[in-house]
């Protein structure tokens, strides 16, 4: 019988028409940061997929070419249904937003120039920031089971951070300096925890 600190099973899309759905539905909630929908929708509300598989195939699709978000609905696609799920996952993030994009365009266009549009830019991104660091937070729950451990990936992530916000090194650089130490130390760490339990009788 399962206790009560266990969780459900998670749940899976139904069909590619329910993929398409929720990643236009989620594409267009994301006013101001994307990061903080999906993780949310994915995690929380849909269950799709738990947080420490969100946060690997949210570093995953950092590193890929391309936005964020459209590698990670490629990669959610794909996994439950091949192709055709990542097509319907891609064409949920774009098709609907791509349409209220060049609306606004053409509206913002005519006001671009005004004191309180560009304010309201402004305003927009510090909200976007904010989203994004505090997603941030709430996914370093995650790392606790990370086979590097907590210490390094604060050090990593505090490392990554130095380097592209406040020295301005290139983000490739840093990526693959960082990537590099990171990938050798969770080599190490699983090959230890692997020669660990054929130990065990």
């Known amino acids: ?5 266990e969780l459900p099973p ?13 990643f236009t539905l989620l594409a267009l909630q994301g006013f101001g940061g994307v990061l903080a929908v999906v993780q949310r929708e994915m995690v929380e509300k849909k269950r799709w997929m738990t947080n420490e598989q969100f946060v690997e195939d949210w570093a995953v699709a950092q590193i890929m070419p391309g936005p964020n978000v459209i590698n990670l609905s490629l ?21 609907a937003p791509m349409v209220v ?13 005004q004191t309180w549009a560009q304010g309201a830019l402004r305003g927009m991104g510090a909200v976007s920031a904010g989203l994004i660091a505090a997603v941030g937070l709430k996914l370093m729950s995650a ?21 592209v916000g406040l020295l301005r090194w290139p983000l490739a650089y840093v990526l693959l300096a960082t990537g590099l130490v990171a990938c050798s130390w969770a ?15």
């Open 1 to 5: 019988m399962p206790t009560m600190h």
């Open 10 to 22: 998670l749940n899976r899309p139904h069909s590619k028409t329910d993929i398409f759905v929720s």
């Open 75 to 95: 990669m959610i696609g794909g996994r439950y249904f091949g192709l055709p799920g990542a097509m319907a996952g891609m064409a949920g993030m774009l098709a």
């Open 101 to 113: 994009v060049l609306l606004v365009a053409v509206a913002f266009g005519g006001v671009s120039d």
């Open 143 to 163: 790392l606790r089971s990370n086979p590097m451990g907590m210490p390094v990936c604060v050090v990593l992530a505090t490392a990554s951070f130095v380097g």
């Open 187 to 201: 080599y190490l760490q699983l090959a230890r925890q692997a020669a660990q339990a054929s130990d065990t009788p």
